[in-house]
């Protein structure tokens, strides 16, 4: 399997505009996500080449559609260039090989402290999370190289049509976990696109 990715990809975060304005003027940093319903584990999470699904996303929280533990008052998109490095590739059949065996490995072990699994309920991905994690402790206890991040695909929303397999909100997200990978910062264009309420206040809708 190879692991290590040897591109960049561009990347999407969703966050307040007040944490993305310091953020690119170096007085701050992108704070990892470890919350134990993260599908994709620990990391900066970014939606990969799709600014629109980032803006959408980031709306939706500051409208309290969607739960975000650090809140959004005013939605912001904030581009980045991130290496891939050593990656877990969830759209390649070895890293989902993995997944599986992982899957397997921690079931033994919650079976074995006579435990219940972590389960997902929609948009709380305990199970996925609780695996991915299993992934990186076992991982450190092999010695093996550990993963600077973690990609892969979501279906999300509704068919885009009738016997569809494809979804309306369907996006590939990556989350970061060795944030010296991420090589730079920028504000995407048009502003007004995917910035519109860089100049502008937000009110919820």
């Known amino acids: 399997m190879a692991r290590y990715q040897p591109f960049e990809i561009i990347g999407y975060h ?7 304005l310091n953020v690119l003027t170096g007085k701050t940093d992108l704070l990892s996500s470890n919350n134990d319903w993260d599908w994709l584990g620990d990391g900066v999470y970014f939606w990969e080449q799709d600014p629109k699904r980032a803006l959408h996303y980031a709306v939706e929280v500051a409208n309290g559609k969607q739960f975000n533990k650090t809140g959004i008052k ?7 260039v991130v290496q891939l490095g050593n990656c877990l ?8 090989n993995l997944l599986k065996d ?7 072990v919650y079976g ?9 309920k929609g948009a709380n991905r305990k199970l996925d999370c609780a695996v991915i994690r299993f992934i990186h402790q076992t991982s450190r206890h092999s ?6 991040t973690i990609r892969s695909a979501f279906d999300e929303g509704e068919k885009v049509y009738e016997g569809a397999n494809f979804t309306t909100h369907h996006h590939i997200q990556v989350s970061v976990i060795n944030r010296s990978l ?6 995407p264009r048009p502003l007004e696109e995917f910035n519109p309420y860089l100049f502008n206040d937000y009110k919820q809708t």
Do not use: Q, R, W
């Not at 992982?102 to 033994?108: D, E, M, Q, R, S």
């Not at 991420?182 to 504000?187: A, C, P, R």
């Open 14 to 20: 969703s966050c307040d505009k007040d944490v993305g």
């Open 74 to 80: 005013t939605p912001f998109i904030l581009g980045a």
């Open 89 to 96: 590739n969830l759209v390649e059949s070895e890293s989902l």
């Open 102 to 108: 992982a899957h397997y490995g921690l079931a033994k």
């Open 112 to 120: 074995d402290l006579n435990k219940e699994m972590p389960v997902n």
């Open 143 to 148: 010695k093996l190289p550990e993963y600077d």
């Open 182 to 187: 991420i090589n730079g910062y920028f504000l």
